[in-house]
């Protein structure tokens, strides 16, 4: 949901100079950064954040999404960043809120800014490899460079101290670094920024009224990307170097209190599926909105912006060079997601039934023990039934302790293949290497179902935590069992399974 922007975020330094910039960050620019950039220098900057709060790693907190000790205080960060001189006053900001899409709206609609040459500041969470993911800043659209976190660090930390001594320790890192990003944004005198707001806890069913109300209050209108006047289509999914893509036209057509108005042919949208076309046309409401308040950005732009945005970990497929870094030389195409609830595995679905809706599939799951486990597997195996599920353990922020063991999301993939009447085969544990014999000993002596198919093959991998290994040995195990075209690879079920994979990835590519 829209709401009409406040006063303060009408243009307010003139248009940018010169023409749009586009924003090309490469995958490891993107993931982390390059090589060239040592995090060493921030080491005190960690250990500083590593002492505070992270309910990231100790899992959501029951008073999350209320004002005390255990949520996210207002009244807390409001003093915070009193002390640090209220730097988000400093600059007109979007923010994007909801429940779930906000982090590829906010990258689309940023990519959207950078194209028309606006000095930009992103902030979202979470991230795959660095932390210094969750900022950008600039025209670029990568990771914020490591001196400039070190330096804004060292500004500020005199008033966080005092701040955490005032408020007796009860300061998140969430909350801290939110604070240090907004300061960020204020030092570089970016024309404006754009926030992903995460909110918890008993707020998150009530988000959509909490935005009709606030925008009640202030007399503003409420627009709809779903708006009757908004058509948004994908024509057909192209590939192109390995990779697909989605070809869209978006047409937008509002004519009440607020008249939006504008119609982009042949997209081509990086991000996939039907909900980052809806993504998309939320980050053009808002690009357009931004226009009706005297923002210079045209629809050039727009269309630029939204067909350079790109996410690692979600939906993302490697290109056959990057799959090689995992050790599967062209067995299998090998698409990576964050996915972990159930609406997000149903987003995974679509995209999966729509770029590759036939031929061999296996899934690579790894999650926390927080997430609703049986809904997800249920979803996922709403659609096409899978040749190959293999569990893994994930290597998740808190350690062990937050860890969902494989054997034991096993159980429950079993208990979700049972209840929608999949027939399967409990492959025990397998090793990447002898894969292909412990498939050729099970499935061949199983027999076909009634309706001559090949069981589904369910098993877990017995590495101690993720890495290429299962990627391999699920590859190797739906090649051996299909004997058919190279099949598809999704290894899903957490962010921090998509950070192992494209970590692997990018160490095949650093330079020696």
Not at 59 to 82: H, I, N, Q
Not at 443 to 450: C, E, I, P, T
Request: contains cysteine; charged residues 20%; glycine residues 10%.
């Amino acid at each position: 949901m829209l709401g009409r922007f406040p006063a303060a975020l009408r243009l307010s330094r003139g248009l940018p100079r010169g023409s749009g910039v586009r924003a090309r960050c490469g995958l490891r620019a993107m993931a982390g950064g390059g090589a060239e950039e040592d995090e060493g220098q921030l080491g005190d900057f960690f250990d500083y954040m590593e002492r505070l709060r992270n309910y990231e790693r100790s899992g959501v907190p029951r008073g999350a999404g209320t004002d005390s000790d255990d949520g996210f205080d207002l009244g807390r960060m409001r003093r915070l960043l009193r002390r640090l001189g209220d730097p988000h006053t400093h600059y007109p900001a979007v923010h994007i809120a909801g429940t779930k899409g906000k982090g590829s709206t906010a990258a689309f609609l940023s990519n959207i800014m950078r194209e028309q040459g606006y000095n930009v500041g992103c902030y979202s969470s979470p991230h795959l490899l660095t932390i210094r993911e969750r900022i950008s800043v600039g025209n670029n659209g990568c990771p914020v460079p490591v001196e400039l976190l070190s330096d804004i660090f060292y500004e500020a930390k005199e008033a966080i101290d005092e701040s955490i001594e005032f408020e007796n320790g009860a300061l998140t890192h969430f909350e801290v670094f939110t604070a240090l990003s907004f300061l960020l944004f204020s030092r570089e005198n970016v024309d404006i920024a754009i926030v992903e707001v995460v909110i918890g806890g008993p707020f998150t069913v009530d988000i959509e009224q909490i935005i009709r109300d606030k925008a009640f209050l202030t007399q503003s209108p409420v627009i709809s990307a779903c708006d009757p006047g908004i058509k948004s289509v994908t024509k057909c999914i192209c590939w192109d170097n390995g990779k697909p893509y989605q070809c869209c036209d978006i047409s937008i057509k509002i004519l009440d209190d607020m008249p939006l108005s504008m119609e982009l042919r042949d997209v081509n949208l990086q991000l996939l599926g039907d909900h980052q076309r809806q993504n998309a046309v939320t980050a053009s409401c808002a690009a357009l909105c931004l226009r009706n308040l005297g923002w210079g950005i045209s629809e050039a732009s727009i269309q630029a912006g939204l067909e350079e945005t790109q996410l690692p970990g979600r939906s993302q497929f490697l290109m056959q060079e990057e799959a090689s870094a995992l050790g599967v030389d062209g067995t299998s195409t090998i698409l990576i997601d964050g996915a972990h609830t159930a609406a997000s595995a149903k987003a995974l679905l679509d995209v999966i039934e729509t770029v590759r809706p036939e031929g061999p599939l296996a899934f690579v799951v790894g999650m926390a023990n927080d997430k609703e486990h049986l809904a997800f597997a249920r979803q996922l195996l709403s659609g096409r039934t899978p040749d190959v599920v293999l569990l893994t353990d994930a290597s998740i922020a808190g350690g062990a302790s937050r860890t969902m063991p494989a054997s034991s999301l096993k159980e429950v993939w079993i208990t979700a293949a049972q209840g929608q009447g999949i027939d399967y085969l409990d492959i025990g544990c397998v090793s990447s290497i002898k894969a292909p014999e412990h498939a050729r000993g099970l499935v061949g002596a199983s027999s076909l179902n009634s309706g001559g198919r090949k069981p589904m093959l369910i098993g877990c991998h017995d590495a101690t935590a993720v890495s290429c290994g299962p990627v391999r040995a699920a590859a190797r195990l739906l090649l051996e069992r299909t004997m058919a075209s190279p099949g598809l690879v999704c290894v899903t079920g957490s962010l921090h399974v998509a950070a192992a994979m494209l970590q692997q990835v990018n160490s095949v590519h650093e330079p020696s």
